[in-house]
């Protein structure tokens, strides 16, 4: 056996091994996860081959099973042609907060509507309409079936997003605190148990948050040149 094929194999024994000792929605999530780490109660995960930048991924009991409120930051910034200053970009982006409803029989039909004003902003609709009228992000929607859904733009000044574990999604606007880091943060909620299509559920929320902050991004650019 040549150096490089037990090399490859050792690295792949200690990934086993890494994974075998993660939590159950360490193991969900696998094949995104670059690396994680506890946070209160919460999993900061440092998400691998996705177009955010964090993840966490945060227990909730709901009656008689336990959901999870998963988290993904966009550090927008990094995705702009120019320099723009953290208080510019929060005072076009703050009135764009947009929460998931839902209607009809076991509240199937699902649809996005503008979030609580912010400092005094009343809500634009123009997210939550830019994401209704998105066919791909519609059709992962009714697939992942969250049982909530916010998206909303804040700054975390200079914490990591990691130190905003304990954050609920109804204060998620109040966290702008001045000058700081400009994230859009899409979080949604959902049971998840194991079986034959735990995998394939996982993937369908991993591409829901890409295809959310590829929009995102969109918008923030039109909004700004």
């Given at each position: 056996m040549s150096t490089q094929s037990r090399t490859e194999g050792n690295e792949d024994s200690l990934k086993k091994r890494f994974f075998q000792r993660a939590p159950f929605i360490i193991r969900v999530f696998e094949k995104y996860v670059e690396s994680w780490s506890s946070v209160a109660d919460s999993l900061y995960v440092k998400p691998?081959?996705?177009?955010?930048?964090?993840?966490?991924?945060?227990?909730?009991?709901?009656?008689?099973?336990?959901?999870?409120?998963?988290?993904?930051?966009?550090?927008?910034?990094?995705?702009?042609?120019?320099?723009?200053?953290?208080?510019?970009?929060?005072?076009?982006?703050?009135g764009m907060s947009c929460v998931l409803e839902s209607k009809g029989l076991l509240g199937r039909k699902k649809y996005f509507v503008p979030g609580s004003s912010v400092d005094g902003v009343e809500a634009s609709d123009e997210l939550s309409r830019a994401l209704n009228e998105n066919r791909d992000i519609m059709k992962l929607v009714r697939s992942v079936m969250p049982d909530e859904m916010i998206i909303a733009p804040s700054s975390i000044m200079r914490e990591h997003p990691s130190k905003r574990a304990e954050t609920?999604?109804?204060?998620?606007?109040?966290?702008?605190?001045?000058?700081?880091?400009?994230?859009?943060?899409?979080?949604?909620?959902?049971?998840?148990?194991?079986?034959?299509?735990?995998?394939?559920?996982?993937?369908?929320?991993?591409?829901?948050?890409?295809?959310?902050?590829?929009?995102?991004?969109?918008?923030?650019?039109?909004?700004?040149?």
């Open positions: 691998k081959n996705v177009k955010f930048n964090h993840l966490l991924l945060r227990p909730k009991a709901f009656l008689f099973e336990t959901k999870w409120q998963i988290t993904a930051f966009c550090e927008i910034a990094e995705h702009l042609e120019k320099d723009v200053s953290p208080e510019r970009l929060y005072e076009r982006l703050r609920s999604a109804h204060d998620v606007d109040s966290l702008h605190e001045g000058p700081g880091r400009i994230v859009w943060i899409i979080r949604l909620t959902r049971g998840i148990q194991r079986g034959l299509r735990t995998s394939r559920k996982a993937d369908q929320i991993i591409e829901l948050l890409d295809k959310i902050t590829e929009l995102l991004v969109e918008k923030t650019r039109e909004l700004l040149y």
